[in-house]
């Protein structure tokens, strides 16, 4: 079996460029493994520097092949990057075929591109805990940009603004998908529009409508989501499409948002993790046992049991 | 917190390189490997052996299944073993499947592919095959 995470000569060995260890270490905090807390622990100061840009929308849009042309994009422009495509995955066995992996005509000895794909089931701790761990493992190894490909309709538990700095919607130009936007609640996330597969009929329209619709909406935080048109086939406007991930990345930058947003997102994932544990003691918890009891007699409602449940183990100060 | 009740999934890394269009074989046993609990890592076609094993070592695969129908695989899979061992990584075994004669693999199984499946091998037995080499007997 694959060797758990040797540390902190892992943390080293990330530090140092070591793929292979990267990789191990990933692995590791897929699976929950415990030793890989130390090299996390060591790690983690090198972390807060890189560019986290999450990719998502709903399925088949394109966005694997938008990060394919982004890294091309990125490394003519002499940047590091590495992507964590977390797929969905097959609920009938447990296994999952994750997707044609994002295809690269990279040089074999670039160094400067690492790809990772992610099973987005049944990871121990959650995949939101497993792909924040998995991103900053990523930019503790040094990469400038790291940019999250995710599933965005609903199904997935990784809500990429927890992890992103700057949030793509990809779309495609077909009718309805104005109104799929709306309800899936991925307006509310996107600080940059992609309408990729332009070279098909509608993208001006599906392009106009989204604008319209960032132009009505009330700015978040300030910022105006941008919208761009893409095409990976041949690629076009892939460079417009940086450039206003850029822009939003200099916003952050210069309202002092950046430091505000990470608050945000560390303070959500700091009480997540709080949250999980206690719910593990509850769950183990003699009284919530005989509380159960009652609710099945009918005899006590659920949310009444939780408050008293509540209440006993966190008395108001 | 719940951790590590189960076993983590193996992961497997299914290439089809070489210049022919045809995977549908190769999605097939990737399926099936799928449907055995496994996260198949499917690298899509024509990829180059430097790609495979770039790949192999990013997803941290416990193994590598490569498929081939073109014939090429006597410059292809000796490659792929061969940089595997440059990256320090041949302890990830390789098994093949296609359309490959006995003598080449003999040859290749000298070579260090650990198992050779031709067009008549049942899953059953490339999912048994695979998780025995993934380190996994049952
Ligand atoms: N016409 C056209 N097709 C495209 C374009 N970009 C991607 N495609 C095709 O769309 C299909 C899906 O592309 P992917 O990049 O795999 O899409 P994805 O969003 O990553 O897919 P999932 O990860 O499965 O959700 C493929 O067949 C691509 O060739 C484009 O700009 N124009
Ligand atoms: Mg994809």
Redesign the pocket.
Known sequence: MKGTARLPNAAQAVRRGDRRALARLITAVENGDRNAEPALRALYPFTGHAQIIGIT?P????????INELIAHLRGLGRTVAVLAV?PSSPFSGGSVL??RIRLDRAPEDSGVFIRSMASRGHAGGVAIATRASVRLLEAAGFDIVLV?T?GSGQVDVEIRDVATTSVV?LVPHLGDEVQTLKAGLFEIADVFCV?????PGAERAEKHLTDLAGTGRPRNGWTARIVA????PPCGIDRLWEAIAAHEAFLDAGGRRSEEERRRLAKEIAGRVRDRVGERILEDPALHGLVDRVIARTLDPETAARELYAERFPPR | MVRQVKQPPIRVLIAKPGLDGHDRGAKIVARALRDAGMEVIYAGLRQTPEAIVQAAIEEDVDLVGVSILSGAHMALIPRIVQLLKRERASDIPVFAGGIIPDEDARRLKKLGVRAIFGPGASLEEIVTTARTLAGRST
């Open positions: 929308g399925l088949g849009v394109g966005k694997s092949s938008v797929d997707g044609d490909e599933v990809v990729n597969k332009s070279d098909l893409t095409s990976t086939s």
